[in-house]
């Protein structure tokens, strides 16, 4: 039978293995490029001793939590990540804004405390997708025409003009109308020349 002394030193040896003392499951999280997204943090201890954010392997942000006589001290790694960073409310949740392609990834935060022999940690995985809006954007090109005129041809266009010329004051009584189908200009396409076109004379009988 193990003596107190050897179970004491196996049960502490048990909780070296053990690793943290509290890991909580993967959160997946997705961003849109060039928004900003929420790391919740629901893990709580007390006291607390300093928080770690982490990127992949890298550390993200540092925070010493606040006191009684001072504020939070809250160091940010890399200077270009100081305006995207922010903990909303006071609290430790991380905010991470004008996302990046870049900032996909697994993110974890630690948490240390002199009433834990292991820090609490929580772990994220992140993914930015590009936004709706800018998919569509990507997708407007101006149009072009795929159709081009065979050799020799030209394109044409027909337009309508209008005379200024006085019409008669016709009697509604004694005028017969007569209705002309004109028909469609065919187009030669071995003439060396066309004719301009000529305004037609409309002609209108008295009934007597």
């Given amino acids: 039978m193990l003596s107190s002394t050897a179970c004491f030193t ?63 001290l809250i160091i940010v790694t890399r200077h270009r990540n100081k305006e995207r960073v922010n903990f909303p409310h006071e609290g430790y949740s991380l905010k991470l804004s004008k996302l990046k392609k870049n900032d996909s990834g697994v993110y974890r935060v630690e948490i240390h405390s002199s009433s834990l022999q292991d820090p609490l940690t929580q772990e994220y995985e992140l993914r930015v997708y590009e936004s709706i809006e800018e998919k569509k954007g990507l997708n407007l090109h101006p149009e072009t025409l795929n159709y081009s005129p065979t050799f020799g041809e030209t394109s044409e266009y027909d337009t309508i003009s209008y005379l200024n010329s006085t019409v008669p004051e016709e009697n509604a009584v004694n005028t017969l109308y007569s209705t002309v189908q004109i028909p469609p200009k065919v187009e030669k396409s071995h003439s060396l020349s066309t004719l301009p076109d000529t305004p037609r004379k409309f002609t209108h009988e008295n009934v007597n």
């Fill in 10 to 72: 196996f049960i502490f040896l048990l909780c070296q293995l053990t690793g943290p003392a509290a890991s909580a499951v993967l959160k997946k999280l997705v961003g849109a490029l060039g928004g900003s997204v929420n790391f919740p943090l629901n893990l709580s201890v007390d006291p607390i001793d300093s928080i770690i954010w982490v990127f992949n392997t890298t550390t993200l942000v540092t925070i010493q939590p606040k006191l009684a006589d001072k504020k939070a």
